[in-house]
């Protein structure tokens, strides 16, 4: 399970990084990468992420993996729990050889999950997630570094009710502006709704 799907890298594969769900396994709860090479018909496993230390498989939830200029993978993993820095964060892992073996993840240090990763067409990449700590909103931060490193955090609606909100993704729009889309209650409705927030990187 990861909330937006594979990405489909250069060469053509699909890559997915995943939750396993499937019981009897002795994967049940890993988070790991499977590759397509036939457009999604098969799938074959390329690697488990190895976690760190003193965490348990169910800190780690609803992964997104993208495919960086150099060919690198960034894998970014929601983690939540006591024993998680930060209790409810986002993990980031890296991939230097497709997909089969990966780096042990580490701490962001951001306040918020799930993440949703994209490239912008400036260089700049951008993580959105949910924050489900007072205020709560949905929020964007930028790495210059291909994630490396996150700076330049970005409101981008911080007057929700509550902490049932979240799952962003964004796309970039023809004039280089972005798009994100999320789930979260208006003030007044005890229902959540579809938004939008359309907005600028500042440089």
Known sequence: TAPHGPAVLADGRLLYLGKEWLSGTDNRDAILAYESRDDGLTWQQLAKIELPENTVPDNFHEPHVIE????????????????????????????????????????????????HLMLHSSGALICTFGRRAKPFGERAVVSYDMGRTWEDEYVLFDDAPDADLGYP?????????????YYQKYASDPKCSILQTRWRLKK
């Open 68 to 115: 960086l200029p150099d060919k690198t993978l960034l894998g970014a993993i929601r983690a939540q729990g006591g024993n998680v820095d930060f209790g409810f964060t986002i993990y980031t892992c890296f991939s230097a050889d497709g997909g089969k073996t990966w780096s042990v993840p580490q701490p962001t240090g951001i306040i918020g999950s799930p993440p």
């Open 169 to 181: 993704s964004t796309v970039e729009l023809s004039d280089g502006s972005l798009l994100t889309v």
